[in-house]
């Protein structure tokens, strides 16, 4: 990871390192959560992550700021006006100072070694069974149990396909599946040192909350309690409107676009669609009312569209359709402790990293109602020199993406 150490538009105040594992050498099942010493001199001490296996692993991450700073944002985040910079602060209370994290310590990442975790529409029948060999990974299962309250492996293992299939149970099995697949790599011969060249971390909607708790942002179980609800919530949402999800095959970004603005001048507001995912070009997903969709698949031919997939999903996700459900993830988010992750995560809204964990958590809240910019990611990725891929859980779908988008890149699938 190359974190910005240095912000030349405040470069009078002092800093404080706060200091980060860099890369964990212990299972994700039994990563302790942060532990902050707060000192009540008035010169604070650095502040350690308690999960670290050795002093030796530590090495600088975000540098803290020892005075106010305004707090700045994205658009359409109610965060409000972004610098050019987009750099926002996150305050926490060390002894009589405040201490600050620049949101943009990570936007100068230059990647080299990426994970990429899938998203809702990997899952299958069956997944979760080559973990069960690999004591780590297996007990990341039992440990969703307990959460979750029924057998998910037993549940991915044997379905029925319709019960995989459901938002409320393809988004915890998902995340558990592909942290599960992180730990069948990392028992394999040079897993390990696969795991610490990784510096840049990102997933594709559910999918980025699997990054976030690779890189450290927060707990397995939390994230896993996270998706519990957000799954949950996004099913209600769903459930409260006549709403879906198809892809479109075959058409670059702007003629998408076309096709959605003539589909919505046949159908009333309560139906109208947009591009929900940008995934690579030839391959977007259009999110919105059953009318608007039907309006979508009726015109698509005639936009030279190759063809149209309706999407297995509960509803017109990544759109105001979910609006529902953000309230609820805001309120799981502020009871959960989210850290800085330990190396950039990129955010499905914008596209960037972001090191401020309040920023991160009114990401997430929004992410459900906001397109996905999956094709800027991994363009920006690829064209900032990211030499090696790997996908990790189930499904093959972001590996099709990415050779879509350059042939000669190199991914390889962990699987689990």
């Known amino acids: 990871m190359r974190a910005l150490l240095h912000c030349p538009h405040h470069h009078h105040h002092p800093r404080q390192i706060l200091r980060n594992p860099l ?3 212990i299972p994700l099942a039994k990563m302790s959560s942060l532990s902050l010493a707060l000192p009540s001199s008035a010169s604070p001490k650095p502040l350690l992550f308690a999960a670290a296996p050795d002093p030796s692993s530590f090495k600088p991450s975000p540098f803290l700021r020892l005075s106010g700073a305004p707090r700045n944002g994205f658009p359409g985040l109610g ?53 069960q060999s690999v004591p780590a990974a297996a007990e990341l299962y039992k440990k969703a149990n307990e959460i979750l309250g029924y057998d ?8 029925p396909k319709e019960k995989v299939d459901s938002t409320v ?21 040079g897993g390990q040192q696969i ?29 896993l309690k996270l998706v519990k609800l957000r799954g949950e919530a996004m099913q209600e949402a769903a459930d409260a409107a006549r709403s879906g999800m198809v892809s479109v095959i075959g058409l670059d970004s702007e003629k998408v676009q076309l096709l959605c603005d003539a589909a919505n001048e046949e159908v009333d507001e309560e139906d109208k669609v947009q591009i929900a995912n940008y995934l690579c070009t030839g391959n977007y997903a259009v999110s919105g009312g059953l009318k608007g969709i039907e309006a979508v698949e009726a015109k698509a031919k005639s936009f030279k569209a190759r063809m149209t997939v309706r999407l297995a999903v509960a509803g017109a996700f990544h759109t105001s359709f979910m609006k529902p459900a953000v309230s609820r993830l805001e309120a799981a988010l502020a009871a959960t402790e989210i850290k800085t992750p330990r190396i950039p995560v990129i955010s499905n809204v914008d596209a960037k990293p972001h090191a401020d964990p309040d920023t991160i958590k009114r990401i997430l809240a929004n992410q459900v109602t906001s397109p996905v910019q999956w094709e800027t990611t991994i363009k920006t990725l690829l064209t900032k020199g990211l030499k090696k891929s ?14 879509r988008m350059d042939r000669s890149a190199e991914i390889e699938n962990i699987g689990a």
Do not use: H
């Not at 070694?113 to 899952?123: D, E």
């Not at 599946?177 to 028992?187: N, Q």
């Open 23 to 25: 890369r964990p050498r």
């Open 79 to 131: 965060l409000g006006k972004a610098d050019r910079r987009s750099r926002t602060f996150m305050s926490v209370s060390v002894g009589s100072q405040t201490a600050v994290v620049d949101d943009g310590l990570f936007l100068d990442y230059k990647p080299s070694t990426a994970f990429l975790f899938p998203g809702q529409g990997a899952q299958a029948v069956g997944m979760g069974k080559d973990a």
């Open 152 to 159: 998910l492996l037993d549940v991915c293992s044997n379905g």
């Open 169 to 189: 149970i393809s988004q915890p099995a998902i995340y558990v599946t592909s942290l599960a697949a992180v730990e069948i790599l990392r028992a394999r011969e």
């Open 195 to 223: 795991i610490e060249s990784v510096d840049v971390t990102c997933g594709l909607s559910l999918g980025e909350y699997t990054a976030l708790a690779f890189a450290g942002a927060f707990s397995f179980e939390d994230g």
């Open 390 to 403: 790997y996908e990790l859980g189930p499904g093959k779908v972001i590996a099709g993406i990415i050779k």
